[in-house]
């Protein structure tokens, strides 16, 4: 079975912090993304990565960073963290480019932003 | 900009019941159409479709894409209170890291 994990179910932080999101994975996916959920909003696209040292922002990549230095790990920064980044953040990944390939997600964090 | 609606948002309906959830897209050079249902935490993947007029089953579960009209249903019969979740619908378009679009879901609960 795919497992996806990130480093914490419940994060509280204060505004201007630096905050890393960890994801890993175990089935040598290609492929990693971060998400956020809003109520409202669905899931939005952050940033994705499709192989080790190569990212492309997603659809709201603003106040976000990536870094993917293994291939099982795909951490999502917050440089300077802000009240309205306060949200659901999922991460999937998925085996390979091209062809159509099933996207699994992590358990997500709750990020609360004081 | 891709673009998936699913409706309605949100459903209330009894144990016993049959419900069809809708989902419509708009997405340059097409690839695929994935159902998802999340409970408390991760969307956890159900179907992918790919041809239109071909209904992929699960159990109770089914769903069917019509690519002419650029929508999919998910139906479940003989719903269950373990089905009460948010549905997501996601499209895939080629030429991509797999990378999707959602839309909002519908939020379902079943009631005893």
């Known amino acids: 079975d795919v497992k996806v994990t990130q480093s914490s179910r419940y994060l509280v932080k204060r505004t201007g912090e630096k905050v890393f999101l960890e994801c890993v994975q175990d089935?040598?996916?290609?492929?990693m993304f971060w998400y956020r959920q809003d109520p409202g909003l669905g899931l939005r696209l952050i940033y994705f990565?499709?192989?080790?040292?190569?990212?492309e922002k997603g659809d709201i990549p603003e106040g976000y960073s990536v870094s993917r230095e293994k291939k099982e790990r795909f951490s999502l920064i917050l440089e300077s963290a802000s009240t309205n980044q306060t949200s659901m953040y999922l991460c999937?990944?998925?085996?390979?480019?091209?062809?159509?390939?099933?996207?699994?997600f992590g358990p997500g964090t709750r990020l609360t932003v004081l | 900009e891709d673009k998936v609606v699913q409706s309605p948002l949100s459903l209330v309906v009894h144990e016993g019941d049959t419900v069809t959830l809708n989902c419509s897209y708009e997405?340059?050079?097409?690839?695929?159409l994935l159902w998802y249902k999340q409970e408390k935490k991760a969307p956890t993947f159900l179907f992918m479709l790919?041809?239109?007029?071909i209904e992929k089953k699960s159990g109770r579960l089914s769903s069917i894409l019509d690519k002419k009209e650029l929508f999919s249903i998910l139906n479940i019969t003989a719903t269950q209170t373990g089905d009460s979740a948010i549905y997501l619908c996601?499209?895939?378009?080629?030429?991509?890291?797999?990378?999707?679009?959602f839309g909002t879901g519908t939020r379902l609960q079943v009631t005893l």
């Open positions: 999937a990944s998925s085996l390979s480019q091209g062809g159509s390939d099933t996207q699994y």
């Open positions: 089935m040598d996916h290609e492929n």
């Open positions: 990565s499709y192989d080790v040292k190569m990212k």
């Open positions: 997405v340059t050079n097409f690839r695929s």
């Open positions: 790919t041809s239109s007029g």
């Open positions: 996601a499209v895939e378009p080629a030429g991509t890291a797999s990378k999707l679009t």
